[in-house]
């Protein structure tokens, strides 16, 4: 089944403790994003890549990281999180057009 | 930046009714498409409709757009309380070399709710 998975999808952790979020995809897809979502300000795009070792910031890079190691693969890298990244993540893929969404992983920085 | 703002933020009609939900963005787009959440979940994409279309129709939906205003409408036609969602456009934006880099820019969103 063609499909975008995140892990973990729900994280408690404390101000910080370097964590990573996972992203694949199954679709060989070039281009991969993360967003974040939080009440009141919709979808804002973290980081994007259009392709392997390709990596741009979206419009709220800060306090992350990612890497493109391999096609299938996007992690989200918080090195040092702060209770301001708490939030509900999204990583999708796209072939070039519409784009597939994984199913959100919730996090909450204490 | 945020480039689709959705209109209405929030949107209540009863069952049966029409709903139509707008969208305006500020750059040349090679193409617009709509997405819907359900409370919490990931995007699920509804229709794309390209920069030399205007309007397009999927099942219920309707995706009109007109590139001189730089705007969009999306309506869903007898609605049903199963379409109680969040409704995002996006836009995919020319770059300076004439193309896309496959990096949507979402909306805020409209919070439709359909009452039975």
């Known amino acids: 089944e063609a499909q975008v998975t995140q892990n973990p999808r729900y994280l408690i952790t404390v101000t910080g403790k370097k964590l990573t979020v996972t992203c694949s995809q199954n679709?060989?897809?070039?281009?991969m994003s993360w967003y974040r979502q939080d009440p009141g300000l919709g979808l804002r795009q973290i980081y994007y890549s259009m392709n392997v070792e390709v990596t741009d910031k979206g419009d709220v890079p800060e306090g992350y990281k990612v890497s493109r190691k391999e096609k299938r693969n996007f992690p989200l890298i918080l090195e040092s999180p702060s209770p301001n990244q708490t939030s509900l993540y999204f990583c999708?893929?796209?072939?070039?057009?519409?784009?597939?969404f994984g199913p959100g992983t919730r996090l909450t920085v204490l | 930046s945020q480039q689709g703002e959705e209109d209405p933020q929030a949107l209540s009609i009863q069952e049966g009714e029409n709903a139509t939900m707008n969208c305006s963005y500020k750059t040349s787009i090679n193409n617009l498409q709509w997405y819907r959440q359900n409370s919490g979940r990931g995007l699920v994409h509804l229709i794309l409709i390209r920069s030399n279309e205007r309007e397009k129709h999927s099942g219920r939906l309707r995706v009109t757009l007109d590139t001189s205003k730089k705007s969009s409408s999306l309506l869903i036609t007898a609605s049903r309380a199963a379409d109680t969602a969040s409704y995002f456009c996006?836009?995919?934006?020319?770059?300076?070399?004439?193309?896309?880099?496959?990096?949507?820019?979402f909306g805020k969103g409209t919070k439709l709710s359909v009452k039975p």
């Open positions: 679709m060989n897809h070039e281009y």
């Open positions: 999708a893929s796209s072939p070039g057009t519409r784009q597939y």
């Open positions: 996006a836009t995919d934006p020319i770059y300076y070399y004439g193309g896309s880099q496959g990096n949507l820019i």
